[in-house]
């Protein structure tokens, strides 16, 4: 089955739920004698009254506005967001299902790619140069980095591809159109827990010893994951309409590894700029994951609560942009 069957086939069951109350024909008029000799039943008069009156109680009346840019959206495309819900949640699960489908090695691919990333950069690093660690084994030092910034890095590159992979899907029906790039994420964050596992090890390995503070990393995923929808949001709905976009990405993001704290630390920047280099929300939450993961101390709450209000912010602006360009991509895609 395709994606476009799949989705056909998901939005039909759920607007049904939705949309409850349009009947169908009973049995004995579909098929009477009148109906087999091809022309049109004439139904009673008190079953076109009840329908009708049924069909005018209980289906909602969608007015279309003009998209606008503004609060007001946000909230409504988050009510209709939640009617939906059910619809995410499936297409999150075909997403994990596809995309291994057919590999020899499956949701290995997950491990692999932080490991083989962790072995390049351990070499590179200490045996060509030399980077502070605080004591941290540098494989594991890079690893704690590696495994939030892929969430990030992979779910921003599917997902601003998702829209434009399917032209004919938003066509040909309505539903909420950020539920694609919103469904890449939620396959991101499954690769992560994957490689949260290989992290454990490697902790117990080095024998590690966490403390109460590891519960921190809870609100710095959360905030990661707001900021990577933002990215995705935005991103997508340019790629609409220009696909320069989904070119420049992957540059882009290669570009971006390297001014964070992912195979450095924070203590490699220099003091004078840090302040300003921590204006970067993923520079301050890899670093504060790194801290309470390996270090076992608090996060920096100045560094944390400056990425959360970017991110939360960016996230507001870019589903508001979202919503007020969904009107108009299936008129450009």
């Known amino acids: 089955m395709g994606f476009s069957e799949f989705i056909s086939d998901t939005l039909?069951?759920?607007l049904k739920k939705v949309e409850p109350g349009i009947s169908t024909l009973p049995d004995r008029v579909a098929g009477s004698s009148v109906a087999s000799s091809g022309q049109e039943p004439a139904?009673?008069?008190?079953?076109?009254?009840?329908?009708?009156?049924?069909?005018?109680?209980?289906?909602?009346?969608?007015?279309?506005?003009?998209?606008?840019?503004?609060?007001?959206?946000?909230?409504?495309?988050?009510?209709?967001?939640?009617?939906?819900?059910?619809?995410?949640?499936?297409?999150?699960?075909?997403?994990?299902?596809?995309?291994?489908?057919?590999?020899?090695?499956?949701?290995?691919?997950?491990?692999?790619?932080p490991l083989a990333l962790m072995s390049i950069y351990t070499i590179?690093?200490?045996?060509?140069t030399k980077v502070a660690t605080g004591g941290i084994p540098y494989p594991l030092f890079v690893l704690c980095a590696l495994l939030p910034w892929i969430f990030f890095s992979s779910s921003i590159s599917n997902a601003v591809h998702g829209l434009v992979l399917y032209?004919?899907?938003?066509?040909?029906?309505?539903?909420?159109?950020?539920?694609?790039?919103?469904s890449y994420l939620a396959a991101g964050f499954a690769d992560f827990l994957i490689g949260s596992l290989i992290l454990g090890g490697f902790i117990a390995h080095y024998r590690v010893s966490l403390t109460w503070n590891l519960l921190f990393a809870i609100p710095l995923v959360l905030v990661l994951a707001?900021?990577?929808?933002?990215?995705?949001?935005?991103?997508?709905?340019?790629?609409?309409?220009?696909?320069?976009?989904?070119?420049?990405?992957?540059?882009l993001l290669q570009v971006w590894m390297f001014t964070i704290p992912v195979v450095y630390s924070i203590e490699s920047v220099p003091?004078?700029?840090?302040?300003?280099?921590?204006?970067?929300?993923?520079?301050?939450?890899?670093?504060?994951?790194?801290?309470?993961?390996?270090?076992?101390?608090?996060?920096d709450l100045a560094s944390l609560a400056i990425s959360?209000?970017?991110?939360?912010?960016?996230?507001?602006?870019?589903?508001?942009?979202?919503?007020?360009?969904?009107a108009t991509m299936a008129d450009v895609i």
């Open 43 to 113: 139904l009673p008069a008190h079953w076109e009254s009840q329908a009708g009156g049924r069909l005018a109680s209980v289906r909602p009346i969608k007015v279309i506005r003009p998209p606008a840019f503004s609060i007001r959206t946000v909230f409504g495309g988050l009510q209709t967001l939640v009617q939906y819900s059910d619809l995410l949640w499936i297409l999150s699960l075909f997403r994990l299902k596809v995309r291994y489908k057919q590999s020899a090695l499956g949701w290995v691919w997950a491990a692999l790619q």
């Open 271 to 299: 003091v004078r700029f840090r302040k300003l280099y921590l204006l970067d929300p993923i520079a301050g939450l890899i670093e504060n994951f790194r801290t309470v993961v390996l270090r076992g101390a608090k996060p």
């Open 124 to 128: 590179l690093f200490t045996r060509v």
């Open 12 to 14: 039909g069951s759920i």
């Open 308 to 326: 959360a209000a970017i991110a939360f912010a960016g996230l507001v602006v870019a589903y508001a942009y979202f919503k007020s360009s969904e």
């Open 226 to 251: 707001s900021f990577a929808a933002a990215i995705a949001l935005f991103f997508s709905a340019i790629q609409v309409r220009f696909r320069d976009v989904g070119l420049a990405m992957p540059l």
């Open 167 to 182: 032209p004919s899907l938003l066509t040909k029906m309505y539903f909420p159109r950020e539920i694609i790039p919103l």
